[in-house]
């Protein structure tokens, strides 16, 4: 009895070290994709996906590139502001003595920063825009339409006229 016992006891152990192994692996694997296609950037994909729709001329993927690149390199600094500006903004919850003028002067230092990024995104859109032919504006109007209503907020969600987006 007692070696039967043991016998089962030591291949439930086994088991559930493999099983513990295997799990540890496979959560190594999600935090660091394998270079290849999955790991590129998400603009990266924008890009080509837009290279197609748009039938970019080689001209017009060289300008678009040199225009992204600048774009990236001057939001980078302005995402990074934003994201301290909050930080410090909701850091102000731990203190329940919070005035309402520094809430608001917070709140006002955040929506600055948040100004200047979306006039520098429009001014990006519009330099590309003028980029291509009638056809192809059309078409990225388009492209952006939809590029803006999947990263609202709220997006996964019905629309105001009950469509799914």
Known sequence: MKTSNTKILTIAVVLLLLVNIAMIIIMLNGKHPHPGKDSRRKEDIVFEMMQKKLNMTAEQKA????????????????????TAAKQAFF?????????????NVGARHI????????????EHIRRVRALYNSDQQLKYDSIIY???????????RKDSTNKNN
Request: net charge positive; no cysteine; charged share 30%.
């Open 146 to 156: 939809k590029m803006f209503q999947r990263s609202s907020p709220g997006s996964r």
């Open 91 to 103: 850091g102000l919850a731990k203190d329940p003595d919070t005035s309402d003028s520094i809430l």
């Open 111 to 122: 929506a600055e920063k948040q100004i200047a990024l979306e006039k520098l995104t429009f």
């Open 63 to 82: 300008a678009h590139q040199k225009f992204r690149d600048e774009y990236f390199t001057a939001i980078r600094p302005l995402f990074d502001s934003v």
